[in-house]
């Protein structure tokens, strides 16, 4: 079964059946796309949190490279989650990004130029600039941004290494390397304070 984002198939029918795209969200548009961004959040938070789960099974064997990019995915997908929950959301059309504040008289908008063409990027850069008092922006971890932060161990892990690392552990990992694990995830909800911490946040970041 393919799982669509059931905002962007509303939008995109109504704009293949001739709705103009500057045409304002009238009342029912914009209530019929709140009622599909809630269903779209709840799938995105399932997916958040199937990615944790997965990435602690692989730190549990040793699994390093592959963790780091199912930890960054499940914060991407929190993150998209929170924006849904709170009617924004990003659609292609003619493979042209825009976003979406999903309420009556709101327009498509083309995304900022310096995220435009990542839905990735979109969703950092829309998350900072709407929830700027938000916890998770509330600090840095190694005087970075941490969604920039774990981005970076992503993309390590998944495009400028030749390899993964396997035997090895990358210092994001060492601390949780052989370590009690259930301890750590009880810590990680106790004491915010590890998310930024650059030997636990790999892991405590995206749990917070």
Known sequence: MTIYFETASYL????????????????IEAG??????????K????????????????????????SAVQLYYSAFYSV???????????????KTQYGLKLAP???????????R???HKWAFFEFNNQFPSSPLCSQEIESQNPFHWLMEKREE????????????????FICLNGGDLRRFLDAYCDDDTYAFDKEHAILAFPIY
């Open 105 to 115: 008289g709101e327009q498509l908008k083309k995304t900022h130029k310096s995220v």
């Open 157 to 172: 892990a998944n495009y400028k290494r030749a390899r993964f690392v396997e035997p090895d552990c990358p210092a994001e």
């Open 32 to 41: 019929r796309l709140q009622s599909y961004a809630q269903r779209d959040a």
């Open 12 to 27: 995109t029918g109504l704009i293949s059946s001739g709705r103009h795209m500057d045409s304002p969200l009238s009342a």
């Open 117 to 119: 063409g990542s839905t």
């Open 43 to 66: 799938k995105l938070l399932y997916s958040a949190i199937l990615s944790i789960s997965d990435a602690v099974a692989g730190i549990q064997k040793r699994r390093f490279s592959w």
């Open 80 to 94: 998209r989650s929170i924006l849904a929950d709170n009617n924004i959301i990003n659609v292609y059309i003619d």
